[in-house]
């Protein structure tokens, strides 16, 4: 059974740090893209960041250049998603997906493969 489980979410203060993850179980995470999304309440899913599958390329949303990092350790089956320079804005629950492939994308149809979700709270 494919399953894609996200740890890391709390609550952190403004300006602060935090490193979500996603761990796969089922499958090998070395020939799937993966891409992290977010959902505030009342709001459309979005997408953060992510990771192609066996070439060293990554894409990030406007919102978070230069502030979120992703990376991915196959050896693990774990992808990660280091978050500095936290902003109240950045609240949401956090997905990471998965898409058979080499190139990843920020388009959220082309993901198939979903984890539940880390809740990540930026407030004083």
């Known amino acids: 059974q494919l399953q894609l489980v996200e740890s890391g979410g709390g609550l952190v203060q403004p300006g602060g740090s935090l490193r979500v993850s996603c761990v796969a179980s089922g499958f090998t995470l070395d020939y799937y893209a993966v891409g992290w999304f977010r959902q505030a309440p009342g709001k459309e899913r979005e997408a953060v960041s992510c990771v192609s599958s066996t070439v060293d390329s990554t894409n990030y949303a406007d919102a978070v250049k230069g502030r979120f990092t992703i990376s991915r350790d196959n050896a693990k089956n774990t992808v990660y998603l280091r978050m500095d320079s936290l902003k109240p804005e950045d609240t949401a629950v956090y997905y990471c997906?998965?898409?058979?492939?080499?190139?990843?994308?920020?388009?959220?149809?082309?993901?198939?493969?979903w984890g539940q979700g880390t809740q990540v709270t930026v407030s004083s």
């Open positions: 997906a998965a898409s058979r492939g080499v190139f990843c994308t920020l388009e959220v149809h082309e993901y198939n493969h």
